[in-house]
């Protein structure tokens, strides 16, 4: 089916000072290198990168209608977006 993103990604965002060398700090840094190289669009469809969500299903919507969805090595051991998504997961780790 038609897909609206080329590549999503919803990760936290910094609110504690102490974690400067903490693995979002390098998550942030790839998505906006990705946005800067590509101008916010791969193969013509936009990326999406957020830090905050309205609702639970807002990640889940933007999740099924991406092509890729890059799960990146994180804070937690668990990753809800495994079981959410319905695109092609893309582990760097």
């Not at 309205?54 to 799960?71: F, G, K, R, T, W």
């Amino acid at each position: 089916r038609p897909r609206k993103f080329s590549m999503s990604a919803y990760y936290g965002a910094f609110r504690n000072k102490r974690a400067k060398q903490s693995p979002r700090k390098f998550r942030k840094y790839f998505f906006q290198q990705v946005d800067a190289v590509y101008n916010h669009s791969i193969g013509g469809l936009p990326t999406l990168f957020k830090t905050s969500w309205a609702n639970l299903s807002e990640p889940y919507d933007a999740y099924s209608n991406s092509l890729v969805c890059p799960i990146l090595f994180g804070d937690t051991s668990w990753q809800r977006r495994f079981f959410m998504s319905s695109c092609l997961d893309v582990y760097r780790s």
